[in-house]
Every structure is written in C-alpha cells, then in structure tokens.
C-alpha cells in the first residue's frame, strides 16, 4: 500500500487528523509519494473518495497521482476523487452550470482587447502621460485579478498615481472588454477561478478534505477559491523555497501566514532529500539559506554511494560556453532525456539550441512560446474553433489579423458584418447570406474617451472586378465593405472555400487535414517561414525558410496525430485549449527556463550564462521582482540534479561587446572565494 513506503515524516503528514495540515516539501523530499499516502489513509479511513478534492498546478501532476492510487484501490473508486489543476476543476464545474462558455487562450483576449483599445485615440486628448500600450494594460489587469480582491482602479492607482488623468478611459475600454466577453460566453483562465468563486458562495460542494499541491504558488484569488470550498479538512503541500511565480501574481503570504489564517493548524516538514547527492544539497542549502527562514528546514541526505562535486565551468566568450556544453553533451554517457541545459532568460536558449543542432544532438525546448501559442498552430485551432462555435469573435479576429491591411479592429467589424447577413449564423452568412446590406458599424461619438467617430460609407464593388472570383464571391455584401483591400477579399474567398469542404465532415482528424492542405494555411506556411527567414538586410536566406516550412509542417502533424483519438470536434478542440500548456514536442536534451524545469529532475544538469545581470535577472528585479526571488529560482534550478551539476558562465559577449561578471550566487555557493564583485 502507498503508506507502507513512507518514511516517519512522510507518514507523520500522511496520517495527520483531519483539520488543517501544512506540509513543508522541500525539493525532493517526496510529496507527491506524501499526496498519495494521504488520500490512501483517507479511503482506509471510509472517506468517500467523491469527497476528496485533489488541486494541481498540471494535469500531468494530478494524472500521476491518480496513478498511483490505480495500483492500489479499485478503478471505480480512485474515479470518483476530484482532481486537476484550479482551473480544469473549475471549468468541469462550470460547463455544466454554464454550457454556452468558452475558454480562450490568453494570446485570443490580448487580440480582442487590442481590438477595443485600438477605437481610442489617446493623441486626441493631449495627455502628457504616455499611455500604456494595449499589451501591457491587459497583463497589468490580469495580474490584478490573480493579486487583488479590491476594485482595479484603486489597486492600479495606487501603482500608477502619475496615470489618474487615463484610469477612465482604462476603465471603459476593461468594462467593454467584459461585456463583449458575457456576449459572446468567453471566459479567460482567470474567469474560470471568478466565477467558481462566485458560484461557490450560492452553493456549496460539501468536501471532506480539499489537498493542494505545489501550494507555495497559490495567489490570492486561489487561496479565496479554496477558502470559498469551507472543506472540512484541507491538507496543503509546498516549499516557500520553490515559490517562484510572484511576477504571476503568486503571493508567498499564502504559505508564510498558514498557521496565522487557520489557528490550530498543524506544520510538518519534509527535509529527507531522495533525489540529489550530498555536494549538490550542501551547495543549495548554502545558498537558500541566505533568505529568510519562514519556518525551520535543512536538507537532509537521504542517497548513498558515489557523488560528484558540483563543478564551475568558466568560459571567455559567450557561445564558446554554449558550444563547449553542447561538446560535453556529445560526449557524455548520460542518455539525451536525462540531460538538462537550465537558465534564467530564453535569450540564452537559442545559442545552446543552435550548438546542439550543430553537433547533431536532439533537443527539446520548453518554457518559452509553448507549442499551441505558435501561430502555424493556433490558426489551425482557430479555423476549428469557429466550426465548434460560430460565436467565437476572437477566433475570427485572429484568422483574418493574417489579411493583409486587416487588423483586429476591422476583422471584429467583419464578423459582425457576417454574422449579420446570417441573421446571427457565422456560416450562413459566409456561405449563403440571407441579408445584403452593410449594418451600421461606427462606434458612438464620445470625445472624453477617444473614441473614433468615422462614419462608413458603402463602397463599390467593381474595384474587385480584376480580381479571380466566382460568381458567389463576387456578390457576396461583405465586398460592399469600404475598408476591404483585394489581399482580405482574397483570404475571404479561401476560407469560404475551407467551409464549403468542411460542411459534411465531422471527425476531427478529417476536418484539421481538409484545414492543413487548404490554400487558406499554405500562405500561412509561406507567409510565416519567410517572416522567420528574413535576415536583417532585408534578404530572405533560402535554406532557413525552408528548414522553417519544415518545422511548421512537423507542428501541424503533430496537431493531428493529437486528433485522432477523439471523435467529436468540440472535444478536440477544449481538450488543446485547456491541457495545450502542458504539452512540449520533440525529443532529446531538455532546453528548460528555470520555471519550465520545476518538478522535474535529471541525472545531468547544467545552469548556463551565471553572471550578474543575466542570473539574477537585475532587468525583472527593477520592474518588482527580489534578489530573493531570483534566489529561489537559483535553488529550484540547482534542486533538479540528481549526479551531476555543472554552472556555468561567459566573460564576455564579443558580438554585443559587454564584459561580465560572475553570478552572486555562485560566491554564496562558495565555487568562488571572496566576495561578489560590484555590477
């Protein structure tokens, strides 16, 4: 049974009276062993397994565990539990009190609020505060709904005093994007927590106990979520030193004030390390414990055997210490899969991928633009996504962004425009218009808040007589449209075509094949490697766009190879919505940013490029971040070696002609005497 291999900490956590448990987890100590202990002890214990709830940071990690328990407790059982991330709960919850919602990815909602905030024009108010950009404004009100349970004018305002003359045009062009969100049943990632929150304070889920993972990076509106739950138990595991998403809107008080927020609480600490030699925890303790000490701990060795001491790699040249590594690589014994090349910044990534390529040796690459935010991909899942809901402006939005000379702002109007000569149906009014006559599309007049006032006039559609078109196409109303180019009349007509050959498939394999060989996503191919191809003098290197073409068709197998299994598009399609983050392709060595390699371990690891500025980051430390944050993160990276570990640094980048020094860190660690030099 899962108790039977626990050590005493472990089964001290493990066997806790039911109340309010905090286990401190430090890096491979065995929490997740520590989880499935828990809840076997629960169902020993006659607790029915419907009342457990299982919150994860990934799906990956709630699927392991559920594993695990498989082995020991009948299928019928270990099904009932609850289990997934916040916010694959939350969504199951939802869907079935809301069956209209659909979940949009975040590069989906900065689309559809640039598209809102493009109707203002800031210059028309002669304002001497720059604006924030759309970009920045979204990831600020974002942030705010992961850190912030006040109105977000106060909390922005109290950031941002000097921006006071702005917060009322901030504030309609966020209310609108509310709005047209409720219209069309969008809901963003951190709506699915909003909204559980808000149902869960009309009806209650009477939970036995409620066990959260990885509860270090909790923030504010989870910790509510779970207060929102009134579990009769709650059983949390975390690592205040692991906490390294604050610029997520992680809040570290969660944690740090656990016995404070529910007197009586129990704390249990894990400090049996099992996965790293005693060289490579000595040096994470002598560096972690710099920080302030929230409760107690010190690593302990729980391994036996032969160790190697944590090495310093030191280099005079930037890419001759990626293309040094990569050689250790190729020479070393270790397989591929259990290497990791580790750092702060993905500017580092491209030298160690491109040296390894180099040398022939496979690699991975994660932490940087996941596999469904590339654009080969998303617009593939776009096309899908309207064929599932014809309602889904953004997915609109983003197809035609690739028309030249239409931008987000125009492509809502299109939409509205379609969806209206189809009396409300997005196809219809593509393929079969039942009305001809262009709606009114000008915003209201409104001065205060810069908005645009143009009024539109109905424009002729002989301009588009040279152009190649049937006969439909050619009396279609949305050609009426007075800021439609040729290149949008053109894109118009091949996604009409793509609609046409989709109208009597319905397996999702067949429909994403029809969307791959469309003309429709072969100019996406074409226009995409030649973007990627395109040197700085303006030439396009032949070879790269056609390594580029390649790696894009490789996505797009990949995307169908994932589609086969299901049956239904709509499944397919929420299915890479909501478990896309978690998903990496390729194989080999692990390319990893230090947030990307959490809870994961490797036999062989290597921190590249630490040197001050670089790791720290002093650039994100200025903007709100902490050395002590970046502390965390030097110890997460560290934690994830099991035999080997090697650091290293450059002295110098000759091509942007910057000297270097080394790391802070690495004077803590004490592979270099004395102490750190000033930046």
Not at 16 to 36: E, Q
Not at 55 to 65: C, R, S, V, Y
Not at 156 to 162: G, K, T
Not at 539 to 558: C, M, T, V
């Amino acid at each position: 049974m899962p108790l039977s291999t626990l050590n005493d900490e472990q089964m001290s956590a493990a066997r806790a009276p039911l109340g309010h448990n905090l286990v401190i987890a430090s890096a491979g100590t065995g929490k997740t062993s520590t989880i499935v202990g828990r809840i076997a002890y629960l169902l020993q214990n006659g607790v029915d397994p419907s009342k457990i709830l299982l919150l994860t940071f990934t799906n990956k990690a709630a699927g392991e565990m559920i594993g695990r328990l498989e082995r020991f407790f009948p299928g019928s059982t270990v099904g009932k539990i609850q289990s997934g991330t916040f916010h694959a709960v939350s969504y199951r919850w939802l869907k079935d009190r809301y069956p209209g919602i659909t979940l949009k990815q975040p590069g989906e909602l900065k689309t559809l609020f640039r598209s809102l905030y493009e109707k203002h024009n800031f210059k028309r108010l002669n304002l001497d505060t720059e604006p924030f950009s759309s970009l920045y404004l979204y990831e600020l009100y974002s942030l705010y709904q992961n850190a912030s349970l006040e109105g977000f004018d106060r909390w922005f305002l109290e950031r941002y005093p000097d921006h006071k003359p702005l917060i009322d045009i901030y504030m309609h062009i966020i209310d609108e994007f509310e709005a047209v969100k409720r219209e069309y049943g969008f809901v963003s990632f951190n709506d699915l927590l909003l909204r559980t929150r808000a149902y869960l304070g009309e009806e209650s889920i009477p939970f036995e106990e409620v066990l959260v993972d990885e509860y270090q990076d909790t923030n504010t509106l989870q910790s509510a979520l779970i207060d929102s739950l009134k579990p009769r138990s709650l059983f949390c595991v975390g690592d205040y030193d692991q906490s390294i998403y604050a610029f997520n809107g992680a809040n570290i008080k969660n944690i740090g004030t656990f016995p404070e927020r529910y007197p009586g609480a129990s704390v249990f600490t894990l400090k049996t390390n099992y996965r790293s030699t005693a060289p490579i925890l000595s040096l994470a303790n002598r560096v972690i414990e710099r920080n302030e000490r929230i409760y107690p701990k010190k690593l302990e060795v729980g391994r036996v055997g032969k160790s190697h001491p944590p090495r310093l790699l030191v280099y005079e040249e930037l890419f001759e210490q990626y293309q040094a590594i990569s050689s250790s690589i190729k020479s070393s014994h270790v397989p591929n899969d259990q290497i990791a090349v580790i750092f702060r910044n993905n500017a580092s990534a491209d030298g160690i991928e491109g040296s390894l390529r180099e040398l022939g040796i496979p690699c991975r690459r994660k932490g940087g633009t996941s596999f469904f935010e590339a654009k080969e991909v998303k617009f593939l899942l776009d096309l899908l996504a309207l064929l599932v809901n014809p309602k889904d402006m953004m997915a609109f939005i983003h197809l035609f962004d690739y028309a030249k000379g239409v931008g987000s702002a125009l492509a809502k109007d299109f939409f509205h425009c379609l969806t209206y000569f189809g009396e409300g149906d997005l196809a219809r009014g593509v393929l079969s218009p039942a009305v001809f006559d262009l709606p009114r599309l000008n915003p209201n007049k409104n001065i205060q808040l810069g908005l645009f006032d143009d009024d539109l006039e109905i424009g002729s559609i002989s301009r588009f007589a040279h152009l190649d078109l049937s006969e439909e196409i050619r009396a279609h109303p949305l050609l009426k449209h007075p800021r439609l180019s040729n290149e949008g009349v053109l894109f118009f007509r091949e996604y009409s075509l793509f609609l046409r050959s989709v109208r009597q498939s319905k397996k999702p394999g067949t429909i994403l094949q029809k969307a791959i060989e469309s003309k429709l996503y072969q100019d996406i191919i074409e226009r995409l490697s030649t973007q990627r191809a395109q040197l700085k003098s303006g030439e396009i290197d032949e070879e790269k766009k056609r390594l580029s073409q390649e790696r894009i068709r490789r996505k797009a197998r990949l995307l169908l190879d994932l589609s086969r299994p299901y049956k239904e598009l709509r499944r397919f399609v929420n299915a890479m919505v909501l478990g896309g983050n978690e998903l990496s392709e390729g194989e080999g060595v692990n390319l990893l940013t230090v947030h990307a390699s959490k809870g994961l371990e490797f036999s062989e690891v290597y921190v590249v490029d630490l040197m001050d500025g670089r790791f720290p980051n002093r650039k994100l430390m200025s903007k709100g971040g902490s050395l002590e944050e970046e502390r965390r993160l030097f110890y997460v990276a560290v934690t994830r070696a099991k035999d080997r570990l090697y650091l290293s640094l450059a002295k110098r980048d000759r091509i942007k002609k910057l000297d270097f020094i080394p790391s802070p860190f690495l004077y803590e660690a004490g592979l270099i005497k004395g102490e750190p030099q000033a930046l």
